[in-house]
């Protein structure tokens, strides 16, 4: 393990950017737009820039899941000459780059991400940007209210990553987790000096009793998983959860493992752009076929949503969730509808002990 | 960069296809013959496979591959109009080069399952158009399987996908015996008129046959019940879904229903798996 | 702290249902925390009992839900803040519901809060928000509990309140107040005061963070049109495809566009956006202007009103003068 005095943080990511572009978490507006904009800004990731102002939330407003599978993307190009065609492959080597800061329960999105695109056969926008990304992760001395990723076995004291870092009120610790850490931990051997391989014990006593007040610390997932379908399919219970529900995107949008997407074409005039986009399964039109959908009803669209992460995914995933209590869409959802509400109203006693 | 990093393969990036013939089944049917500009087949599959089409600025869409395997020449496609990228298939003259990518899904178990089987097919309108290929490949190694029935019925004795196929080949055949209905009585037509679903009970079929269903899902509904009144095992019969499909390669999330991928795990299913779905499909 | 209480609002919603006028209620549930509420339906005491709630974070506009509730068999109960009967007589304008299957009582309003305000000054670490008198109490797992000015903590929406007067109920709890001359312009005057290319930058920075999930379109209730334009593949303009830069801002312009003369300034657009947009800018905008070409129209206040952009009166002005006027972009 190393460390790197707090006050050189600025000359510890320096080092980090010198190796490959850096994306680090910001606060979203300026002071000119809080001036108008009602004093609120999320936290978003942001190339970072000499002497910036790193955010003190806990996580971002958007998932990081963006570095990897971003909103849109363009994937080929078609020109169409009568009858002739022709296919271009757009892909380039993505650039090298780093995230710095990313969250235990982002980190294990990226496992949840893994298993979809990366397993054959291997999705290669993905797999470029993945192979491409280093990702430096932060232990959460602060979670959150709305965290809960402890429910599905993460730990936010000892988070993965490529490089793992943790925070006390001087030191920064890092250590290499992954091949591709070490060799960015290499990069920044003249910013940082050795310390005990147990440094960073105390932060992480200090998170995990953190950890253990939370108040949703309790919610367990062991109602759920794969093989479940039949227990919770058809529970009434699905219509009440979903009655206020809007049917928009919001927490499929900023969720981290949320990864359905769409195909189209867009036609510039002298060429067809084939992209892809975020998509949801609680829009009406996700399943709609020239003849209909086979998901008509916005229960059974609200139902898909949450069935998925709770039981098909595990059951294709060796009981891997498809949640990691990262609590974006405890707080962004317009109507306060929510995974968790979900699984204690579902699991009854079980989870809502 | 990473001087190890090498692009893999895109499955989600196609390959052109030039439609090389156009024939025109049905009012609203056309099988479309593709090949890839050197005039080769764009790649092996199985029956009851499917393949992406696209209209580059159109859209994408699965359609299944109705020639048979055995066929090393070329792949068929027989499409009904019915939505925007069919549309515009059914618009397109011979030589228009599209795109094509696949194969996409599991198939017919015809080499396992099916093996030494006597086969009952069971097709309503474009239902045919995926057994075709089964029912061919069958045809291909008939000594592999055992007496073959198909019941197909349609609106009309127009709507009666790939009839002078059906009339010359598959009506002549030996140990091929070919059932056809039509819903409604017409002029020159002195076959059987009646549903599908009624016509199959009227048969009769001995139960030690495998039945493979393909049509409307009211057409599937009541022959599944039919077949059962038979008595039918639902481990003895096949038949295909379909669902909205984007990527094809299980990725899109489109086609899940529970903890299956249509376009990946299916779209064949043994009537006893589909059971096991929940009903979403 | 809001003048009605749980209680009263409880034993209001308790005789509905005992004497039959209503079969149902639309009300506010309690979730994990005192801030994340959820619209609900409740079909009997008891359930009312156990997870009613009412408190300073109740601000879903109930009128909006109504559209799917009418149609439903029975009566339908719905408490109304006086800004929500704006949307109620809107819609009613615009025949989206049916006003014979709801019983809507009014209820006062004191602001709500803004948890998301509350979260930029303490902290997420928020374990519940309780209010007392003029305070909101937070509760926090870091900072022990921290007292707010409940005043400065409200939403901007209601920061700026625009009535305090319901314009439509069967039945009104509590004092009915006014129509307030609210300051909800001056953040339009700010943003008209800056230079063209500022302008444009501020809505640059602001729009580029939109991520197309349409919640401020779902949540709208003068956006009830049953198939929307950005969710027809066929449109060509299909919701989820941000093909350039400017694509996502022309979504939120031609909405603004769309529910011009009929955006009430209920603020919810705003309330919901995940990524903090502040989009009710661009409708108040539209009100300011139509407030300063055709006279002070404020949609939603009497049912059946004509709008002032559907309505044609010999001293319109000119679409020429409209552009040299007020706000139309003199330095553009």
Same mark, same amino acid.
């Given at each position: 393990?190393?460390?790197?005095?707090?006050?050189?943080?600025?000359?510890?990511?320096?080092?980090?950017? =010198?190796?490959?572009?850096?994306?680090?978490?910001?606060?979203g507006?300026?002071?000119?737009?809080?001036?108008?904009n009602s004093?609120l800004?999320g936290?978003y990731?942001?190339?970072? =820039?000499?002497?910036?102002? $790193?955010?003190?939330?806990?996580?971002?407003t958007r998932s990081?899941?963006?570095?990897?599978?971003?909103q849109?993307?363009?994937?080929?190009?078609?020109?169409?000459?009568?009858?002739?065609?022709?296919?271009?492959?757009?892909?380039?080597?993505?650039?090298?780059?780093?995230?710095?800061?990313?969250?235990?329960? /982002?980190?294990?999105?990226?496992?949840?991400?893994?298993?979809?695109?990366?397993?054959?056969?291997?999705?290669?926008?993905?797999?470029?940007?993945?192979?491409?990304?280093?990702?430096?992760?932060?232990?959460?001395?602060?979670?959150?209210?709305?965290?809960?990723?402890?429910?599905?076995?993460?730990?936010?004291?000892?988070?993965?990553?490529?490089?793992?870092?943790?925070?006390?009120?001087?030191?920064?610790? $890092?250590?290499?987790?992954?091949? =591709?850490?070490?060799?960015?931990?290499?990069?920044?051997?003249?910013?940082?000096?050795?310390?005990?391989?147990?440094?960073?014990?105390?932060?992480?006593?200090?998170?995990?009793?953190?950890?253990?007040?939370?108040?949703?610390?309790?919610?367990?997932?062991?109602?759920?998983?794969?093989?479940?379908?039949?227990?919770?399919?058809?529970?009434?219970?699905?219509?009440?959860l979903s009655e206020a529900c809007l049917g928009c995107g919001t927490c499929t949008f900023v969720c981290p493992?949320c990864?359905c997407?769409?195909?189209? /074409?867009?036609?510039?005039?002298?060429?067809?752009?084939?992209?892809?986009c975020w998509d949801s399964c609680m829009y009406s039109d996700f399943?709609?076929?020239?003849?209909?959908?086979?998901?008509?009803?916005h229960?059974?669209r609200f139902?898909?949503r949450?069935?998925?992460?709770?039981?098909?995914?595990?059951?294709?995933?060796?009981?891997?969730?498809?949640?990691?209590?990262?609590g974006r869409c405890l707080s962004r959802c317009p109507i306060s509808m929510n995974i968790?509400k979900?699984?204690?109203?579902?699991?009854?006693?079980?989870?809502?002990? | 960069?990473?001087?190890?990093?090498?692009?893999?393969?895109? %499955?989600?990036?196609?390959?052109?296809?030039?439609?090389?013939?156009?024939?025109?089944?049905?009012?609203?049917?056309?099988?479309?013959?593709?090949?890839?500009?050197?005039?080769?087949? %764009?790649?092996?599959?199985?029956?009851?496979?499917?393949?992406?089409?696209?209209?580059?600025?159109?859209?994408?869409?699965?359609?299944?591959?109705?020639?048979?395997?055995?066929?090393?020449?070329?792949?068929?496609?027989?499409?009904?109009?019915?939505?925007?990228?069919?549309?515009?298939?059914?618009?397109?003259?011979?030589?228009?080069?599209?795109?094509?990518?696949?194969?996409?899904?599991?198939?017919?178990?015809?080499?396992?399952?099916? %093996?030494?089987?006597?086969?009952?097919?069971?097709?309503?309108?474009?239902?045919?158009?995926?057994?075709?290929?089964?029912?061919?490949?069958?045809?291909?190694?008939?000594?592999?399987?055992?007496?073959?029935?198909?019941?197909?019925?349609?609106?009309?004795?127009?709507?009666?996908?790939?009839?002078?196929?059906?009339?010359?080949?598959?009506?002549?055949?030996?140990?091929?015996?070919?059932?056809?209905?039509?819903?409604?009585?017409?002029?020159?037509?002195?076959?059987?008129?009646?549903?599908?679903?009624?016509?199959?009970?009227?048969?009769?079929?001995?139960?030690?046959?495998?039945?493979?269903?393909?049509?409307?899902?009211?057409?599937?509904?009541?022959?599944?019940?039919?077949?059962?009144?038979?008595?039918? %095992?639902?481990?003895?019969?096949?038949?295909?879904?379909?669902?909205?499909?984007?990527?094809?390669?299980?990725?899109?999330?489109?086609?899940?229903?529970?903890?299956?991928?249509?376009?990946?795990?299916?779209?064949?299913?043994?009537?006893?798996?589909?059971?096991?779905?929940?009903?979403?499909? | 702290?809001?003048?009605?209480?749980?209680?009263?609002?409880?034993?209001?919603?308790?005789?509905?249902?005992?004497?039959?006028?209503?079969?149902?209620?639309?009300?506010?549930?309690?979730g994990?925390?005192?801030y994340d509420v959820t619209p609900?339906?409740?079909?009997?005491?008891?359930?009312?009992?156990?997870?009613?709630?009412?408190?300073?974070f109740?601000g879903a506009n109930f009128s909006l839900y109504?559209v799917k509730?009418?149609? *439903?068999?029975?009566?339908?109960?719905?408490?109304?803040?006086?800004?929500?009967?704006?949307s109620?007589?809107?819609?009613?304008? #615009?025949?989206?519901?049916?006003?014979? *299957?709801?019983?809507?009582?009014?209820?006062?309003?004191?602001?709500m809060?803004d948890i998301r305000?509350?979260?930029?000054?303490?902290? #997420?670490?928020?374990?519940?928000?309780?209010?007392?008198?003029?305070?909101?109490?937070?509760?926090?797992?870091?900072?022990?509990?921290?007292?707010?000015?409940?005043?400065?903590?409200?939403a901007e929406r209601?920061?700026?309140? *625009?009535?305090?007067?319901?314009?439509?109920?069967?039945?009104?709890?509590?004092?009915?107040?006014?129509?307030?001359?609210?300051?909800?312009?001056?953040?339009?005057?700010?943003?008209?005061?800056?230079?063209?290319?500022?302008?444009?930058? @501020?809505?640059?920075?602001q729009l580029s963070r939109c991520i197309r999930c349409n919640a401020c379109r779902d949540v709208c209730p003068a956006c009830t049109c049953?198939k929307c334009v950005f969710g027809?593949?066929?449109?060509?303009?299909e919701n989820k495809a941000v093909?350039?830069? @400017?694509e996502e801002k022309m979504f939120h312009i031609i909405r603004a @566009?769309h529910v011009?003369?009929?955006c009430?300034d209920c603020g919810e657009c705003s309330r919901v956006c995940p990524q903090h947009i502040p989009l009710h800018l661009l409708n108040?905008?539209?009100? *300011?202007?139509?407030?300063?070409?055709?006279?002070?129209?404020?949609?939603?206040?009497?049912?059946?009103?004509?709008?002032?952009?559907?309505?044609?009166?010999?001293?319109?002005?000119?679409?020429?003068?409209?552009? #040299?006027?007020?706000?139309?972009?003199?330095?553009?």
């Amino acid at each position: 393990m190393r460390k790197c005095a707090l006050a050189n943080k600025n000359a510890l990511l320096a080092a980090m950017a =010198k190796t490959a572009k850096l994306y680090v978490p910001t606060d979203g507006a300026d002071e000119k737009s809080r001036d108008v904009n009602s004093r609120l800004a999320g936290a978003y990731y942001a190339e970072w =820039k000499d002497g910036a102002e $790193l955010s003190k939330k806990l996580n971002t407003t958007r998932s990081p899941k963006d570095f990897f599978f971003p909103q849109t993307e363009n994937m080929m190009t078609f020109k169409m000459t009568g009858k002739k065609l022709e296919i271009f492959d757009t892909r380039r080597e993505h650039e090298n780059f780093i995230l710095f800061g990313v969250k235990a329960c /982002d980190v294990r999105s990226f496992t949840v991400l893994d298993n979809v695109f990366l397993t054959d056969p291997v999705d290669s926008y993905y797999a470029n940007r993945r192979a491409h990304g280093t990702i430096v992760s932060m232990a959460c001395t602060k979670p959150a209210g709305t965290c809960f990723c402890r429910t599905f076995g993460i730990d936010a004291a000892d988070p993965e990553g490529d490089v793992v870092c943790w925070e006390d009120a001087e030191w920064i610790y $890092l250590t290499a987790k992954t091949e =591709k850490g070490e060799k960015l931990m290499a990069a920044l051997a003249d910013v940082t000096e050795e310390c005990a391989d147990d440094a960073a014990d105390a932060v992480k006593t200090l998170v995990n009793e953190r950890l253990d007040k939370l108040p949703l610390a309790d919610l367990k997932s062991d109602a759920f998983g794969g093989g479940k379908t039949d227990t919770f399919f058809n529970d009434p219970a699905w219509n009440e959860l979903s009655e206020a529900c809007l049917g928009c995107g919001t927490c499929t949008f900023v969720c981290p493992t949320c990864q359905c997407y769409d195909i189209k /074409d867009f036609n510039t005039g002298r060429e067809v752009i084939r992209f892809r986009c975020w998509d949801s399964c609680m829009y009406s039109d996700f399943t709609m076929m020239a003849h209909g959908t086979n998901r008509p009803n916005h229960v059974q669209r609200f139902r898909q949503r949450f069935m998925h992460k709770l039981v098909y995914y595990p059951e294709n995933n060796g009981g891997l969730f498809s949640c990691v209590g990262c609590g974006r869409c405890l707080s962004r959802c317009p109507i306060s509808m929510n995974i968790v509400k979900v699984m204690k109203k579902l699991g009854g006693n079980k989870n809502a002990e | 960069m990473l001087s190890e990093f090498k692009m893999p393969k895109e %499955a989600l990036i196609p390959v052109i296809g030039e439609v090389t013939d156009i024939r025109i089944d049905t009012p609203d049917v056309k099988t479309f013959r593709v090949v890839t500009p050197d005039g080769k087949k %764009a790649f092996d599959h199985m029956p009851g496979q499917c393949a992406m089409l696209s209209v580059p600025g159109v859209g994408e869409a699965m359609f299944s591959i109705t020639s048979s395997p055995t066929n090393t020449e070329y792949m068929e496609f027989s499409i009904k109009k019915c939505g925007c990228v069919t549309d515009w298939l059914h618009q397109m003259e011979v030589g228009q080069q599209i795109t094509i990518r696949g194969p996409y899904g599991n198939a017919f178990p015809v080499d396992t399952a099916f %093996a030494g089987k006597d086969m009952l097919f069971i097709a309503g309108g474009i239902g045919l158009a995926p057994l075709r290929s089964v029912i061919n490949y069958c045809r291909h190694y008939r000594d592999r399987y055992g007496k073959i029935d198909i019941v197909y019925g349609s609106r009309s004795r127009a709507d009666l996908v790939d009839y002078n196929e059906i009339l010359t080949e598959w009506m002549t055949d030996d140990g091929i015996n070919v059932h056809l209905t039509i819903d409604r009585e017409e002029e020159g037509w002195d076959g059987h008129v009646g549903f599908v679903p009624n016509y199959v009970k009227e048969l009769g079929f001995s139960t030690d046959k495998t039945a493979i269903l393909c049509g409307p899902p009211i057409m599937i509904k009541f022959t599944l019940a039919g077949l059962q009144e038979l008595g039918f %095992a639902k481990e003895q019969v096949y038949t295909t879904l379909e669902l909205r499909m984007k990527c094809g390669i299980g990725k899109c999330g489109r086609c899940n229903v529970g903890s299956k991928y249509v376009c990946k795990d299916g779209p064949v299913f043994r009537c006893d798996e589909i059971d096991e779905l929940p009903d979403e499909y | 702290m809001q003048t009605v209480t749980r209680d009263l609002l409880l034993t209001k919603a308790a005789e509905l249902l005992d004497n039959g006028t209503v079969n149902r209620v639309y009300g506010w549930q309690k979730g994990e925390f005192d801030y994340d509420v959820t619209p609900a339906l409740f079909t009997t005491k008891e359930e009312l009992e156990k997870n009613f709630i009412y408190n300073d974070f109740c601000g879903a506009n109930f009128s909006l839900y109504l559209v799917k509730e009418a149609v *439903k068999e029975g009566k339908v109960l719905v408490f109304l803040k006086p800004c929500d009967t704006y949307s109620f007589n809107q819609l009613l304008t #615009e025949h989206r519901f049916d006003r014979e *299957k709801v019983y809507a009582v009014g209820i006062p309003c004191d602001g709500m809060a803004d948890i998301r305000l509350i979260e930029e000054t303490v902290g #997420e670490g928020i374990t519940g928000v309780e209010t007392d008198g003029d305070e909101l109490v937070v509760h926090t797992l870091y900072e022990g509990d921290v007292k707010l000015s409940r005043a400065d903590y409200l939403a901007e929406r209601c920061r700026v309140c *625009k009535s305090k007067k319901h314009v439509a109920y069967d039945e009104l709890i509590g004092e009915d107040g006014d129509v307030i001359d609210s300051a909800r312009f001056d953040e339009v005057a700010k943003i008209e005061a800056m230079t063209p290319d500022e302008r444009f930058a @501020f809505w640059q920075d602001q729009l580029s963070r939109c991520i197309r999930c349409n919640a401020c379109r779902d949540v709208c209730p003068a956006c009830t049109c049953e198939k929307c334009v950005f969710g027809n593949p066929k449109s060509g303009v299909e919701n989820k495809a941000v093909s350039d830069s @400017f694509e996502e801002k022309m979504f939120h312009i031609i909405r603004a @566009f769309h529910v011009a003369g009929r955006c009430t300034d209920c603020g919810e657009c705003s309330r919901v956006c995940p990524q903090h947009i502040p989009l009710h800018l661009l409708n108040r905008k539209f009100i *300011k202007d139509i407030n300063a070409f055709y006279g002070e129209y404020q949609a939603g206040e009497t049912v059946g009103s004509r709008a002032p952009l559907v309505d044609y009166t010999e001293g319109d002005m000119e679409p020429g003068e409209a552009v #040299e006027s007020v706000g139309g972009g003199k330095d553009a």
